[in-house]
T-cell receptor, first 113, second 115 residues
Framework: GENVEQHPSTLSVQEGDSAVIKCTYS??????FPWYKQELGKRPQLIID?????GEKKDQRIAVTLNKTAKHFSLHITETQPEDSAVYFC????????????FGSGTQLTVLP | DGGITQSPKYLFRKEGQNVTLSCEQN?????MYWYRQDPGQGLRLIYY???????QKGDIAEGYSVSREKKESFPLTVTSAQKNPTAFYLC??????????????FGPGTRLTVL
């Protein structure tokens, strides 16, 4: 069925290094791809999003890239800091879900000091 | 997202009981959503409502019911028919819900435990 695959499920990096999380989706008609950060016991918060008419979007240390041909999009975090440690979720609109968001399974990012 | 509140924060239920989770927003958003989150999994859509007095089933609606009598409120009832209700429940809202491309803002969540 239609879904969103997210990798890796866990990621550990040294403080100051970069982190990359990748998601693939199945619906070529998908046109909206947000990324959420969720700290332990807290609500998910939007950190960046991209729409299908754009290939890349950047906000300070965070960037998202979209490859519509390959149907994947990635989150890039540069100069990681301990406060970046959290679970990150990607999502995409999939036609099988009445165009509502379908979420990936999440990536637990740990930034080691 | 501070304009979305959920209550209670923690809820304990005995098997066979129905419970209702509250979700209120003061953002004047048309669309509201309920998600379920299990450990190690992403968010799964239970129900959503694009406008008052209307709602649609999501991917895992069985054992749940909702109502949308007011724009500000979208309560979720977990019925005894839900076989494995222990989970973290998140409510969200967006300006509109027509094509799923509006930013969704989440409430703080309710952790439901069945004893």
């Amino acid at each position: 069925g239609e879904n969103v695959e997210q990798h890796p499920s866990t990621l550990s990096v040294q403080e100051g290094d970069s982190a990359v999380i990748k998601c693939t989706y199945s619906d070529s008609a998908s046109n909206y791809f947000p990324w959420y950060k969720q700290e332990l016991g807290k609500r998910p918060q939007l950190i960046i999003d991209i729409r299908s008419n754009v290939g890349e979007k950047k906000d300070q240390r965070i960037a998202v890239t979209l490859n519509k041909t390959a149907k994947h999009f990635s989150l890039h975090i540069t100069e990681t800091q301990p406060e970046d440690s959290a679970v990150y979720f990607c999502a995409a609109t999939l036609s099988g879900s009445a165009r509502q968001l379908t979420f990936g399974s999440g990536t637990q990012l740990t930034v080691l000091p | 997202d501070g304009g979305i509140t959920q209550s209670p924060k923690y809820l304990f239920r005995k098997e066979g009981q129905n419970v209702t989770l509250s979700c209120e927003q003061n953002l004047n958003h048309d669309a509201m959503y309920w998600y379920r989150q299990d450990p190690g999994q992403g968010l799964r859509l239970i129900y959503y409502s694009q406008i008052v007095n209307d709602f649609q089933k999501g991917d895992i609606a069985e054992g749940y019911s909702v109502s949308r009598e007011k724009k500000e409120s979208f309560p979720l009832t977990v019925t005894s028919a839900q076989k494995n209700p222990t989970a973290f429940y998140l409510c969200a809202s967006s300006i509109s819900g027509g094509v799923g491309t509006d930013t969704q803002y989440f409430g703080p969540g309710t952790r439901l435990t069945v004893l």
